[in-house]
C-alpha cells in the first residue's frame, strides 16, 4: 500500500468541480486561453507581413 489515501481524492475533486467558483475559474482560463491564441495569431501574422515587406524591398 502507498502513502497516499485515494479514497478521498475523488470526493475532494468533485467538491471542487461542483461549485461555482470553480465554473467561473474555468471560463476565465478558457477566455486567457483564448486571448492568448488570438495574440499569437496576430504575432504571427505581423511577422510574416514583415517577411514580405522586406522581400519586396529588394
Known amino acids: 500500500?502507498?502513502?497516499f489515501?485515494?479514497?478521498n481524492i475523488?470526493?475532494?475533486a468533485d467538491e471542487t468541480v461542483d461549485s461555482?467558483?470553480?465554473d467561473e475559474l474555468v471560463?476565465?482560463?478558457r477566455a486567457l486561453?483564448?486571448?492568448r491564441r488570438a495574440q499569437d495569431?496576430?504575432?504571427a501574422r505581423l511577422?510574416?507581413?514583415r517577411l514580405i515587406g522586406e522581400d519586396g524591398a529588394d
Open 47 to 49: 511577422r510574416a507581413m
Open 5 to 7: 489515501d485515494h479514497a
Open 33 to 35: 486561453a483564448a486571448d
Open 41 to 43: 495569431e496576430r504575432t
Open 1 to 3: 500500500m502507498d502513502a
Open 27 to 29: 471560463v476565465l482560463w
Open 20 to 22: 461555482p467558483v470553480a
Open 10 to 12: 475523488a470526493r475532494d
